[in-house]
């Protein structure tokens, strides 16, 4: 129906269809083909409304220029091969299948849409048409499968400093790999695996940036405590030219990662970091832990002071800022 819909204003760019016609040729009520229009505004179609006239298109949602992102990329491998959908579950899905299928190390699924995009520990993930950066990239590194937590870090590194470059925009790390300005989240990273035995055989890494979202295209639980990059820097930002930067950081960072160890690459996520050198909390199943966050181990573990001075890790989870 919203296909139908679109083409209708398609074939009148320059006149108004009223809802009459509209609800005849497609065979609904007037107040069916409004509810229609008021979905397809809130994917970003831009519609006139004039009594006794009807509606007019007047603008479309942008779409990621795929052959110019291809021709323009910088990179060897990472993005060569890129499977583009208008809209599909979770990127991070179609990438596991398309490991199945035989999918080479750089290939990148990326989509306009989620409509069930999946965030770290079972949550969901809000990934609204044309908005953001949706998208999965096939790894297949090189490295013991003990070692994939450099990679969630490694991730992160890249993703923060494209995100600078682009936009010059002051992103910080939240351990493990949350990207927040100002307190609020503008990315997220979900690393998922397949190992055999010790070895470590794909990784797909799922990032989601919240790019040209305005206020009111985060559900309400969102509002506080998530931002875009257009809402921080107060203008649109170009997907295409982040999404290059975003590939040439990644395969730079990766590339380093396989010639030098995860040294250079902590080193980096120190300087990025907005989780260290302050109070931190979190959640266990013990119970609430809590303490001063000093660095990061070798294997990317939070190195937390707890108020007796021992020194204690924490491998995985949330971290929340400030004292319990
Ligand atoms: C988080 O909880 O912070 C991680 C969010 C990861 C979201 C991205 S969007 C693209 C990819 N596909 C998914 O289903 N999830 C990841």
Redesign the pocket.
Known sequence: MDEQLIRIFEENPDSFVSGEQLSTTLGCSRTAIWKHIERLRQEGYVFEAVSRKGYRMIGKPEKLDIPAIMAELETETFGRTIHYFDEVD????MAHTLVKQGAVEGTLVIAEK?T??????G?A?H?PKGKGL???LILKPRIPLQFTPHLTLLVAVALCRSIRQATQLSAGIKWPN?LLIDGK?IS???LESSADDENLQHVIA???IGVNLRPEDYPEELQSVATSLAIEAGREIDRKELLKQFMLELETMYKLYHEQGFAPVKALWEALSVSLHTQVRTQSPQGLKSGFAVGIDDSGALIVRQEDGTLTKWYSGTIEFGAP
């Open positions: 979770s990127t991070n899905t989620q069930a995009g999946r965030g770290r520990m949550r993930w990934s949706w998208m999965s949350d989240k997220g990273i979900l799922g990032v989601g």
